[in-house]
């Protein structure tokens, strides 16, 4: 039982009155971030880390601090999805269909509390997954070469667009794009630059930061401008939490199946690549609902019908942290955020994390345990707080949002340049989005785009151009079909995941991804 | 529409890319795959899917109507000239403009958005500035 005795370590660098307190706070304003419409959980961290970046903080407390958030955004995707009908972040989608019923029974203290302890489990199980599974991943990765490591590459992008995907073609291109961003600037090889028609500027490349933050937040920011008045935003009425913020002990045995279906569902959904909680949500309430909806009620407002994707989502969260910290390949927008804060900070994920910096990987999970139960601590009987929260309007959040941005992305480098950039990639990132060419494999392009090269160029070094090296290993044979297969199934099975009836294709549009 | 527009234009971007890894200039220092060949075969990638973008096009996506395309555009640029106006002006007063402006458009009345605009621009100095010490943009009196 090596990882526990890891764990016990982490748990002796994570105890720190420092490193408590960013969890706390961590915990705090991912609550906040995942309950307000217009910032989720990928937009939400990709705004703090250039601040976490520029205020000096260390490897481990920077991403305890960064990973609360997200995991403190699982939990505040479900407030609004509850109250509103409006979903906080995507993967709060699925809560809206029996959630937001509920709370016009007048159920809405129980509905949030089932969620709250659904997803309190979801994350609990998720994280002792991660404890146990991202080890064995380490032992598979330590046999990896160049060759290995670039079919995952290939892997991770094929399936990114993954079963959600509408439209491969546009996954792939999104890819694309990506990847051609992160080709400019000086080649690390040989020297030359590449595409950077003598701009200066262009030589060091393009932050992945200021491209993340422009995709991600500032094109946030054009929706609310494009759909302006088209929300309005509402009432103390609806914010006021009807029924009992404590579940009857009735209700959460008759949940408790549900919850622990939904978790299972939603950390094998995480753990895939190409899968964010998004989808680990809506794989568990379809289960959920095919297994036992036997009277027909969900969607008139099951409790089932919100633990199950709740825990869902809360799992998937965890799971995607498996292949991020043990293979340095993300599966959704959020971890690709949380890799990009790592690689800032001179931080490689990958097998070896978790040898050259274990006290970082095992600090940080054993800050999930202690912020798992901070969060649990915070949502049953705070519930009432973070429900008001919803009633900042708009005109005021996002103002401060995009302003927020800037001055995140101006520390970086306190240029001008900076900034231009993250204008042009908020266009381009609203564009995209109205075109329905997901942004995530972007990001992930301009983030992986030079490893994989490198592996790639390392490869034909070793094999001295020889084509067929790149599929001389069991594991990276396997490795090429599975990214096949991934790529070609869900054309192949048409569009799997739909958005749920009751979702105008606005909100689905405006619904932060995860 | 759109798709077959937008298809096309990445094919003929996916070309100027091809054409410009053509430009990069070879360096006395090579291995066998050089600086060349991943951007190229990225250009083929891309160049491959615009082209089924513009043989398959999705439904017509929602566009909106001609002046919140103004309006996303506008808001473009006034953030480009916060880019620019900063080293000027400072963060406060940038800020200040940029925050009113952005309130304003969001649906604030005109007093509301002055005090929305004051109310970000002096709440992040403060959170950020004084209490975080991250560094601003110094205008000419100082903040």
């Known amino acids: 039982m090596e990882a526990l005795s890891s764990l016990a370590d982490g748990f002796s660098v994570a105890f720190t009155l420092q490193n408590l307190f960013l969890a706390f706070v961590g915990c705090f304003l991912g609550t906040i971030i995942g309950a307000l419409p217009g910032l989720g959980p990928s937009n939400g961290v990709a705004i703090l880390i250039p601040l976490a970046f520029t205020l000096g903080l260390p490897a481990t407390p920077a991403i305890i601090l960064l990973t609360s958030v997200y995991y403190g955004a699982m939990y505040g995707g479900r407030i609004s999805s509850i109250l509103l009908n409006i979903p906080g972040d995507e993967p709060a989608m699925m809560t809206t269909l029996d959630g937001y019923p509920m709370a016009m029974k007048g159920h809405a203290g129980e509905a949030l509390a089932i969620s709250g302890i659904a997803s309190f489990i979801g994350s609990f199980v998720a994280t002792w997954g991660l404890v146990f599974l991202a080890p064995v991943l380490v032992a598979i990765a330590l046999l990896f070469g160049p060759a290995e490591y670039f079919a995952l590459y290939v892997l991770a992008f094929a399936t990114l667009g993954g079963l959600s995907a509408k439209n491969q073609a546009k996954s792939a291109l999104a890819a694309a794009i990506g990847l051609g961003i992160a080709m400019i600037g000086v080649d690390g090889q040989t020297g030359v630059p590449r595409f950077s028609f003598g701009e200066v500027h262009l030589y060091d490349g393009i932050d992945f930061l200021v491209a993340i933050v422009g995709l991600f937040a500032v094109s946030e920011v054009f929706l609310f401008l494009e759909h302006r008045g088209e929300r309005s935003g509402p009432g103390e009425d609806k914010v006021k939490i009807t029924g009992r913020i404590m579940p009857p002990v009735s209700m959460l045995k008759d949940t408790a199946g549900a919850t622990g279906r939904g978790t299972m569902i939603g950390f094998v959904a995480g753990v895939l690549p190409g899968a964010g909680a998004s989808l680990g949500s809506f794989l568990a309430y379809a289960f959920e609902k095919k297994w036992s909806d036997k009277d027909k009620s969900f969607g008139t407002g099951n409790p089932k019908g919100i633990a199950a994707p709740e825990a869902g989502n809360n799992a998937s969260a965890g799971g995607a942290l498996v292949p991020m910290l043990a293979l340095g390949v993300p599966g959704s927008g959020t971890t690709a955020v949380l890799l990009a804060m790592l690689l800032a900070l001179n931080i490689t994920p990958g097998p070896l994390l978790f040898t050259q910096n274990a006290d970082v990987v095992w600090g940080l999970i054993a800050a999930l345990f202690i912020g798992n139960v901070m969060l649990l601590i915070m949502n049953l009987p705070l519930i009432a707080l973070f429900a008001r929260v919803l009633l900042i309007p708009v005109r005021y959040l996002m103002p401060a949002v995009a302003m927020i941005s800037f001055v995140s992305v101006y520390g970086i480098s306190g240029s001008t340049f900076d900034i231009t950039m993250v204008v042009l990639f908020g266009v381009l990132g609203w564009f995209l989005r109205k075109i329905e060419v997901p942004t995530v494999p972007v990001v992930l392009g301009i983030l992986l785009g030079n490893a994989m090269e490198v592996n790639l160029r390392r490869e034909m070094t070793i094999s001295n151009g020889d084509l067929w090296a790149l599929i001389d290993s069991p594991i990276s044979i396997v490795l090429w079909l599975l990214a096949i297969g991934g790529f070609v199934f869900p054309i192949v099975m048409g569009q799997i995941r739909k958005k749920p009836a009751g979702i105008s294709a606005t909100e689905k549009e405006m619904a932060d991804p995860d | ?143």
């Open chain 2, 1 to 143: 529409m759109t798709d077959r527009i937008f298809g096309g234009a990445m094919v003929l971007l996916a070309a100027f890319f091809i054409w410009a890894a053509y430009q990069i200039q070879l360096s006395f220092i090579t291995d066998p795959l050089g600086p060349r060949a991943f951007p190229i075969v990225i250009g083929v990638v891309l160049g491959l899917c615009g082209l089924v973008i513009a043989v398959k096009p999705d439904p017509e996506p929602g566009w909106p109507a001609l002046s919140r395309i103004v309006e996303i555009l506008a808001a473009a640029v006034i953030f480009f000239g916060y880019g620019q106006l900063l080293p000027e002006l400072g963060f406060l007063i940038c800020t200040f403009i940029v925050g009113a402006y952005l309130a304003w458009r969001l649906g604030c009345g005109l007093i509301e958005a002055i005090i929305a605009g004051a109310a970000v621009s002096i709440g992040i100095y403060v959170v950020f500035h004084l209490i975080l010490g991250l560094s601003l943009a110094r205008g000419p009196f100082g903040f």
